[in-house]
């Protein structure tokens, strides 16, 4: 069944993202501190270790990824705090409201996507003011393409997290979820050593990991490089797959969402 | 009578739920509200309230029988209906990280409202509630009575033609209870709104109702005015009180053959009781024609609002009456009572007592008083509304409903 949009519900719902997430102060700066630990410990610490990759510094090369853990975390949450929703009742509100599921869903995920990607770019100036890109005129455009990237990174991963929040009931699939999905993503993601490196079963998994391109499609915006095994278009390769988890998360989500449960 | 030529905001045809194939929420409920009415739902937990409630607001599909509502259907216009509702759900539904006046412009929004139109009934709704001073407060700080209202408020917003009230005063203190109702009954007036309430408190349904409808078991087992409701049983209501409880079964076979009883039920005493109880060891005792006339003084939530007046009749009557008098100050309430409904009790009661004499049964004490709700609901379900046991197969029943209503699929 298609259902009618409402432009007015889409907004409101991302509205209320928004000031929940500006209320939520605590969230927002554990998040950016954690970035900042493993941006110094990690990125400082191993940076004189490893040296460079390629050709720029391990910092730099760190930082696409430490915002993409950002973006992933904060994202995937925003769509999981659906249980939360339910759990608490503010969901019946919105359902008894005569506006279509997919409305509240695409709400949700433009919110989430919005307040995920502000968490980049917060992160994304304190990797700049540690010194992880070189600023310059043709940076100034990347960064604005890599606020794009994050949109469009972060809108699946919402879907993802909606899609969750539908299926699971409860607090407790928070810690599994965390375990088994995020920090896999996330560790696969290319944020700490390049593919180009790895072994192959590893490479796999990275391929199989949708974060992996998302990183890959950071590295290109804010670094201009990215890995070897894409080739010199793997930043559209990388495009091209965010496009498609987006696509399909959302319609997952949204698939999912609407046979909630109370 | 109120509504009496007023067209029907509500109809509802042969609503079913059926629960995984066998369990039946709702069996087959029919009913009409008019413009403007009050109808309260008063039954146990699990009675099939709020799922009723649950499928006119299109949350939950039937699985057979409709209904319309403003005179759009449940089944084929959903959102028609939708805007025709509003909904204040049993457990709050506030954001309580959002301010008051948040909750009310999303709502506002979510409605469609432009912004005039939400700015100035919200403004209008706070003072209707009282709460305008907090409306910038995140819901969060706000009482159980003050979310409450700013759920009524909020149900209110959009101008329903009908609102659904489950368990308004559920858990809320009896001062706030008593206000939740005059703003439910000043909203009714005001904006002639129809209301339908879910309750299983009786003396809020008596308040409040222009008509109640009990259901037991998914079904509808009496529907009319409170004043009819209680006409329906004739004569007057005598509780008598048992120092031991085994006292009832040997007493009741001697009250079962007179033709002056109507019904006899056993009941579990309630604290209400049991309040009545220890004021009536409070007083003096009476001995020989024990007829005290009075009202009660307001004593709980029970008897606010309801001004009824009460007889009490306190009645000591064995030999033995004065050695155990102590022991009857400092002893334990009776778990069970019996309840009659008979012909004129006030003089039925020295009867009554001569016949506990001769069967050497120990009466505590002695009630008389009119019909009330909780009366007409033990006379047309056999239970007392109150009465949270009832049998295993009962609570069984009763529990698989209420998980399944909480974990049902709704409607896409």
């Known amino acids: 069944m298609v259902e009618p949009l409402s432009g007015q519900a889409i907004y409101v719902v991302l509205l209320r993202e928004l000031k929940r997430y500006w209320r939520a102060k605590a969230r927002v700066i554990s998040s950016v501190a954690q970035s900042i630990f493993f941006l110094a410990i990690f990125g400082l610490g191993l ?28 994202s995937v949450f925003s769509g999981v705090s659906i249980i939360f929703d339910r759990q608490f009742g503010f969901m019946k509100e919105m359902l008894v409201a005569p506006v279509s599921r997919t409305s ?24 700049g ?22 949109l469009l990174i972060t809108a699946g991963f919402v879907g993802l997290g909606v899609a969750i929040g539908s299926t699971l009931n409860d607090f407790h699939a928070f810690q599994l979820l965390s375990t088994f999905v995020m920090w896999p993503m996330f560790m696969l993601s290319g944020v700490f050593f390049p593919i180009d490196m790895a072994p192959m079963p590893l490479q796999v998994a990275m391929l199989c990991d949708p974060m992996f391109y998302g990183v890959e499609l950071l590295r290109w915006c804010l670094l201009g490089t990215g890995a070897d095994l894409l080739g010199p278009l793997g930043w559209l ?26 | 009578m109120r509504g009496l030529n007023r067209i029907n905001t509500i109809e509802v045809k042969a609503l079913t739920k059926i629960f995984d194939k066998d369990v039946k929420a709702v069996d087959g409920i029919s009913f ?17 309230k709020t799922t009723t409630l649950n499928m006119l607001s299109t949350l939950l599909r039937p699985t057979s029988g409709t209904a319309t509502i403003n005179g759009h259907d449940i089944l084929t216009e959903p959102d028609a209906v939708r805007r025709s509702i509003g909904y204040v759900f049993q457990d709050t539904t506030l954001d309580i990280d959002l301010t008051g006046n948040e909750n009310l412009d999303f709502h506002g929004r979510l409605y469609g409202l432009d912004r005039n139109a939400r700015q100035q009934r919200i403004k209008e709704l706070l003072e209707l509630v009282q709460l305008s001073d907090r409306a910038d407060d995140l819901v969060k700080t706000y009482s159980g009575g003050m979310k409450r209202r700013l759920e009524i408020a909020r149900g209110l917003l959009h101008h329903p033609k009908v609102l659904f009230l489950d368990e308004p005063t559920l858990g809320l203190d009896p001062q706030t209870r008593r206000s939740i109702w005059e703003h439910i009954q000043r909203l009714n007036q005001e904006k002639n709104v129809t209301i339908i309430l879910t309750t299983h408190y009786t003396e809020e349904a008596d308040y409040l109702c222009t008509r109640i409808l009990i259901i037991d078991f998914g079904r509808i087992v009496a529907l009319d005015t409170p004043d009819n409701l209680k006409a329906r ?14 006292a009832i079964e040997k007493f009741r076979p001697l009250l079962e053959n007179k033709n002056w009883v109507h019904r006899i039920n056993v009941v579990t005493s309630d604290n209400n009781y049991a309040a009545m109880s220890r004021m ?8 020989g024609n024990m007829d005290i006339g009075g009202t009660m003084p307001e004593m709980n939530s029970r008897t606010i609002g309801v001004q009824k007046k009460l007889r009490k009749l306190s009645q000591q009557k064995s030999e033995r009456s004065a050695a155990d008098k102590d022991v009857q100050i400092g002893g334990e309430t009776c778990a069970k009572c019996l309840n009659l409904l008979v012909d004129s009790g006030g003089h039925r009661i020295p009867e009554i007592v001569k016949l506990a004499d001769e069967a050497g049964v120990v009466l505590e004490s002695v009630e008389l008083r009119k019909p ?8 047309v379900t056999g239970r007392n509304i109150r009465e949270e046991k009832g049998s295993i197969v009962d609570m069984v029943r009763r529990h698989r409903i209420m998980q399944q209503a909480r974990g049902r699929q709704i409607r896409d």
């Open chain 2, 372 to 379: 009330t709700l909780d009366d007409v609901f033990l006379s």
């Open chain 2, 280 to 287: 009536m060891q409070n007083m003096p005792t009476m001995t």
């Open chain 1, 129 to 150: 003011v540690m010194g992880a890109f070189v600023p310059s005129l043709t940076f100034l455009a990347g960064a604005f393409a890599a606020i794009g990237a994050m």
């Open chain 1, 104 to 127: 509240i869903i695409i709400g949700k995920i433009f919110g989430g996507a919005t307040t995920a990607t502000i968490q980049g770019i917060i992160l994304m100036a304190v990797a």
């Open chain 2, 233 to 246: 049983l004739k004569g007057d209501v005598v509780t008598l009180l048992f120092k031991n409880p085994a």
């Open chain 1, 237 to 262: 390769i990388s495009l091209a797959v965010v496009i498609a988890f987006d696509a399909f998360m959302v319609a997952l989500g949204t698939y999912l969402f609407s046979r909630t449960q109370i």
């Open chain 2, 32 to 48: 009409n509200v008019k413009e403007g009415e009050i109808l309260g739902f008063l039954g146990p937990n699990g009675a099939g």
């Open chain 1, 47 to 74: 940076g004189d270790f490893i040296g460079r990759v390629g050709s720029i510094g391990y910092l730099s090369y760190m930082a696409p990824g430490v915002i993409g853990m950002g973006l992933l975390f904060g």
